[in-house]
């Protein structure tokens, strides 16, 4: 029987008692890193986001989600957010429904899964167990293509817009330059763009100033 043995590249900023439930586990071996996006990363192109459910929340209502989702997205296979705490209690004068669209934005759109955890030694036993999955090696054929080069991480980060299709995505890059400017525009402005109609870019607006604060 071959000896467990689960690599772990670690931000440096993580530490605590996730650290201390993750050293714990058997066949964890963790490398403290500076990593550019991401908390932890695991084998197979996994990584993991850690936040707390009032930093989860806030980066909804300023919209600094979409950049940091985006980032993530075009270095890694599979992005996963393990969010600690209650993601619905009362702060910031939030909606509830801004946290739905959130979610499922980012699950249906961007395919982000978010895993809620209770605490720290809740969230070091989720990375552990990810970790493990991960390692197991998925069918070839059915896993997609990871993009290779920035540009085509932008265009696939851009065409999980509702109603974006490939080719249009290259448009929206082309016309407005990057994922953060698209993301950036308005509804007229998309509308503008060939191929493009107003209530296509309503939809996409709709879906990514959830949680603005406007006037």
Known sequence: MSQLHLPIRVDRREQG??????????????????????????????????????????????????????????????????????????????????????????????????????????????IYLLGMNAQVDPDPIARPAKPEKRRAAAEFIVSGLPGVEPDLARDLLRQFGSVRDVLNTDAEQLAEVDGMDLERAQRIESVVTHGSRKG
């Open 17 to 126: 008692k996730i650290i201390q439930r993750l050293e714990r586990l058997e066949g964890v071996e963790l490398e403290f890193v500076d990593l550019d996006v991401g908390d932890y990363e695991l084998p197979n192109g996994v990584v993991v986001e850690r936040k707390s459910a009032t930093d989860m929340v806030l980066s909804v209502v300023d919209q600094t989600l979409w950049e940091n989702a985006a980032k993530l997205k075009a270095t890694h296979d599979k992005v996963i957010y393990v969010v600690e705490g209650d993601l619905y209690e009362p702060r910031f004068h939030q909606q509830a429904l801004d946290i739905h669209r959130a979610l499922t934005h980012l699950t249906i759109a961007l395919g982000i899964s978010v895993l809620p955890s209770n605490d720290e030694d809740t969230s070091g036993m989720l």
